[in-house]
Structure formats: structure tokens, C-alpha cells
């Protein structure tokens, strides 16, 4: 079992006396990748700055390693931040930017030296050692970051939106770079994070924020699968919410139920009552389509899908290259997003604007919820 680095402990902040985090328990292992994921004003960055010592817990405990970090200043803390705008020092060369940390430690200048040039080869930088910051890719800042946060050798490196600023392409590359980096020193990272792409990419755990709050934790695959509530099932992905209630209960975890006004039998660990009114949730890529004419013909769903038809419309096709997104109006008014795959035969399109289709999923790949609202 992985040691505990960072426990937060029921933490709260509150801001002339406006609650900005409230009941935040958690735990960070070591080596760990968390990102801290949610929209702005949800309290990662708080959450993120009480860590790194430039915020003070309300209420609750905040222990590094089992310390007690309440009066612990920054500068006193096994943790390095790397900023959102760098905050790299302009007038200072790569070289001085990195040995900053190592200087104020009051290090040999031989040590110092020996630690930049490793660092400085870690993030992929040699030979830049006298350029000023204003002369670098944002990219090549980035990594200036990372090198002058790292040299201290950190129990915790803490990342407020590193990537923001990059482009998509560099984005990308630099999320691989920082997951390849994290893996080969071992150090825990803690991400902020409002790209869900990003989140998943690089973490071995994702906290899903809102409102100040915890919603989730999980891996990714956790969050986006099996998402516990509306929040975090519409904030990780596209998806649909069909509108169900439930018929009768055929066994440990089935129900017979109606979605949208068809008998459907669905799946699910949590207890619901007959007559209770349910959210149904599909991913659009969870979601299959036939035409109508097929299932007239006997050329219908197979048995593995749910025994869902709902009728629908097709109104709209949206090309992402390999898949493409069908947009179809259910008869009853709702609208649903599918995302399908181009024909293996042919390479077109097998729906248009236009068709008469039935939709259908794969048993046990929805996800049933309370009714909210």
C-alpha cells in the first residue's frame, strides 16, 4: 500500500466570510497523478493554494507527510507550485531561472551547476542556458517552470493550468511530456484543470469539483463510466438523459422500466421503487441506430441490446473525420446525440437527414439515476 503524501481532513476556506471550500476530505498517495477537475470558481485553485501554503484552512486539518501544515509557511513546505503565467523571472536567463531555488538554499556553486544541467537535460532544454525568457516558445517556458520547480527535489509538484496557454498541437505534446516526466521521477503531481481531456490524459485519479465541493473521485475511466450524478456526468463528456420510471424489479439489479415511453428493461446496483422517476444516461457512442425499414424487415437490434425502440428522426450530421455525430429528434420532442462509425464497405455515411430511425444500447452500458428535478 502506497504511503500517504498529502490528507486533507473535512477543509474548509471561507473569504470575508463567504465560503469558497467546504468539507473537503482527501487523500494523495505517493507518485501519484491527481488533477483536480471543474469549472471556474469551483475552489481547485483554493484547494490548490492551501496545499502549497498560500491559503490557510478555515477549519479542518492539511497534513504533508503526516505534519501538520497549519503554520508551516511555503518556503517551508516539501511542495513546489508551477504557475499559470510561469512566473518566470524576465531580466534572468534559463540557466539563473532554474538555480534560483539552489541560490536562496545557499548551495555550492558547483552543486548548483551540476543540478541545473541535469535538470535543464530532463526537460529537454540543453543549450538554451543563456537565453531570457521573452526569447523562448511557450512551450520552452513551460518546461523553464517545470526544471526551476523541480530542481528542489519536491515531495509534491502542484500545477495551476500549466498548459492553458499553449496552443492545441503543443497542448498535447506537453501533456505526454508531463505524464513520461511524473512516471520516470515519481514525484506526486497535482494538477488544476478545467479540460476533461487533460484530466483524463494524464491522472491516475480525477476529483470532480463544483461549488466548492467534492462531487467524485475516481479514475477516469470511473468518472466518465459511471458518473454518480448529473454534474458529472454532463461536465466529463457528452452524453444523453433520457427520462424513465421504473415499471417493476425483475431481479438482484434489473428493472423493468419505461424511457421515454417505451418498455425497457435496465440495470443498475442502486434500489429504485415502482413508480419512482429516473434519469437514463448514454454516451453517444454507447447509442446504436437502425434504420426503420430494417427492423419492419426483421433486420432489427440484436438480442444484446436493451429492449429499447425508441423512434425518432434523423435532423442533423456533424463529420469528425473517422466518426461522425447523428443528431436525431425523438418522436416524443427529446433529442439525442449518436456517434457513429463510416460503413466498413462503403465509407459513407449510413444515415441522412432525414431518416426514419429506432435506437437502441447496449444492456448494462446506461447508467440509472434519481430523478432530479
Known sequence: MKKTVVELIEVAKDFDGQRALADISLTVTDGEFLSLLGPSGCGKTTLLRLIGGFEHCTSGLLRIDGQDMDR????KRAVNTVFQNYALFPHMTVYDNVAFGLRMAKRSSREIRLAVTQALDMVQLSGLEQRRPAALSGGQQQRVAIARAL????????????LSALDHRLRKQMQKELKQLQRALGITFILVTHDQD????MSDRVVVMQAGRIEQIGTPMEIY???VNLFVARFVGDINILDGVVVSRSGADTY??????????????????PGQQLHVLLRPEDVRLEQERDIAESRSLSAKFAQARLPGTVQRIFYHGATYDVEVMLDNGNQ?????????????????PGDQVALGWLQGWEVVLPHEG
Open 72 to 75: 508551516i509557511p511555503p518556503e
Open 151 to 162: 530542481i528542489n527535489k519536491p515531495r509534491v509538484l502542484l500545477l495551476d493550468e500549466p
Open 198 to 201: 487533460e484530466a483524463f490524459a
Open 225 to 227: 463510466e459511471n458518473p
Open 256 to 273: 423493468h422500466a419505461l424511457v421515454e415511453g417505451v418498455a425497457v428493461t435496465l440495470h443498475s446496483r442502486r434500489d429504485f421503487l
Open 336 to 352: 439525442v446525440q449518436v456517434t457513429e462509425f463510416f460503413d466498413e464497405d462503403s465509407a459513407n455515411l449510413s444515415f441522412r
